[in-house]
């Protein structure tokens, strides 16, 4: 048996070696998921971009594939989307095939030492052989910067109500959002955000999608935003409201986090999927993700997760589930059912690798999970009912004394107002996602422990009544 390296997940994505951030061009395409990846091939750090690629026939096992788009004159190859262009709009197509077309941004380092504002532009390139080879288009770039330094991370999407391509851009303090008929020529349609939302750094990575909720169709916009996160450093907000195939016009503009832990970044969606909508993250932090205990790669993603409409009062908002393809991988659980417990440990569950928990009570009272190995390093993850928050403590996880933000403990306010509450943790070797009240609050954490977590504790403080719960191993996707 191949010795398993220090830290490196079970079941979540993670380049064979070298560093990686945003997931880009996700798209299923014939029965096949494809990720793309912001990939820097020659170093365990950031550098000169590519796209990686990996593809998926169920979202947990993935295959490596070569890397899809390499650094050109025209510069690196930053964050962007993937469409399957069926009806051939481009022209692009060949002997009746559809294109598969990727729009990205190119950011060019000479530009940018120069003091230039105009060194992001987006282009386009085209597969014929499912994103394993690309043609870069001879027009590039499609759409050329007016003179606004942060200036990217396209994604396009075939808006039907208009019948044009809509591509939702990151404009440094806000999104615009342009039209094109074609892939190639792009018309400025309209711009949000200045003045709703989040503004703690950089607006990047944006989404929009369609999600119905009782039938009604509603819109979300994903904006990812570093730093100004909830629990600092890089963070994915959104906002619900209506998009009329020209502006976006938000029903409430509160500040909502599709994920509220630090490890959740660059988060959006698969195209072509139909109704089903599936979201996908980074799972690391711009505060730190550089200078990370691995050693011979650099980040993870999140578990791919169901993403919905929910209602809380009058205000819809989203919620995220992992995919159900996980039950797939999920050995005979552990189950205990109604259990009543004062200040005292209810299961202690032993773990190896990876394993996801599902506990339900009828009641919101306190109590913690706890993740621990036998150096007594920790992470604790639970609900306090007096401040009405979930939360998840990596102070003492272990090695945390490489950045100065990492050993924390952060919190996210619970949304439901349901008596009952319900709490799914997906746990691997160096993560935990939790998917509280059925996931209206969302919380990924990573942590690098000297040793591997061997135990799972669930613990109240105060009075609990425990409903069930139900803990699986899950077998490695490799
Ligand atoms: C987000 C981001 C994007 C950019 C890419 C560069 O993490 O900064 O805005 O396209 O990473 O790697």
Not at 307 to 326: M, Q
Not at 410 to 415: G, I, P, S, T, V
Request: charged share 20%; proline share 5%; aromatic share 12%.
């Amino acid at each position: 048996a191949v010795e398993r390296e220090q830290y490196r997940p079970l079941i979540h994505f993670t380049p064979q070696k070298a560093w990686m951030n945003d997931p880009n061009g996700m798209v299923y395409l014939n029965g096949t998921y494809h990720l793309f990846y912001q990939y820097y091939p020659d170093s365990t750090v950031w550098g000169p971009m590519h796209w990686g690629h990996a593809t998926s026939k169920d979202l947990l096992h993935w295959e490596h594939q070569p890397v899809a788009l390499y650094p050109d004159s025209l510069g690196y190859i930053f964050s962007g989307s993937a469409v399957v262009d069926a009806a051939n709009t481009s022209g692009f197509g060949k002997d009746g095939k559809a294109p598969l077309v990727a729009v990205f941004t190119q950011h060019d380092p000479k530009g940018e030492k120069q003091g230039k504002t105009d060194f992001q532009n987006q282009s386009i390139a085209f597969s014929f052989d499912a994103g394993k080879t690309w043609t870069k288009y001879a027009g590039n770039p499609v759409l050329k910067n007016p003179g606004i330094k942060d200036f990217r991370d396209p994604k396009v999407s075939w808006n039907d109500d208009v019948k044009k391509w809509i591509m939702t851009l990151a404009t440094k303090d806000r999104i615009t959002f342009y039209s094109s008929p074609d892939l190639k020529s792009w018309t400025k349609e309209s711009e949000f955000g200045a003045n709703v939302g989040a503004h703690g750094g950089v607006w990047e990575c944006p989404d929009l999608f369609p999600l119905n909720y009782e039938g009604k169709k509603h819109w979300v916009l994903l904006v990812n935003l570093n730093p100004g996160g909830p629990n600092g450093g890089s963070a994915t907000q959104y906002f619900v409201g209506s998009f009329d195939g020209h502006a976006f016009k938000p029903y409430q503009t509160d500040t909502r986090w599709a994920d509220y832990g630090p490890d959740e970044y660059a988060g959006v969606t698969w195209s072509n999927t139909g109704d089903r909508k599936i979201f996908l993250g980074w799972m690391s932090n711009w505060q730190y993700a550089q200078v990370v205990p691995t050693k011979t790669w650099r980040s993870a993603m999140t578990i791919p997760r169901d993403i919905r409409l929910e209602k809380v009062g009058d205000k819809y908002f989203l919620a995220s589930k992992p995919v159900d393809e996980l039950s797939a991988i999920a050995e005979k659980p552990l189950v205990f059912q109604n259990v009543d417990a004062n200040d005292k440990r209810i299961a202690n569950m032993k773990l190896s690798g990876a394993a996801r928990l599902d506990l339900n009570a009828a009641k919101a009272e306190s109590f913690s999970i706890t993740l621990l190995n036998d150096k007594g390093q920790k992470v604790v993850i639970g609900y306090d009912k007096v401040s009405n928050q979930y939360y998840i403590d990596r102070t003492a996880s272990g090695k945390v004394s490489f950045e100065k933000s990492f050993a924390a403990k952060h919190l996210a306010r619970r949304l439901s107002t349901k008596d009952e509450l319900n709490l799914t943790l997906v746990i691997d070797v160096a993560s935990v996602e939790l998917f509280a009240d059925n996931g209206l609050t969302v919380m990924t954490e990573i942590f690098f422990p000297d040793e591997d977590y061997s135990h799972v504790n669930l613990q109240s403080t105060g009075s609990f009544a425990l409903t069930s719960l139900s803990y699986a191993k899950l077998k490695a996707g490799r």
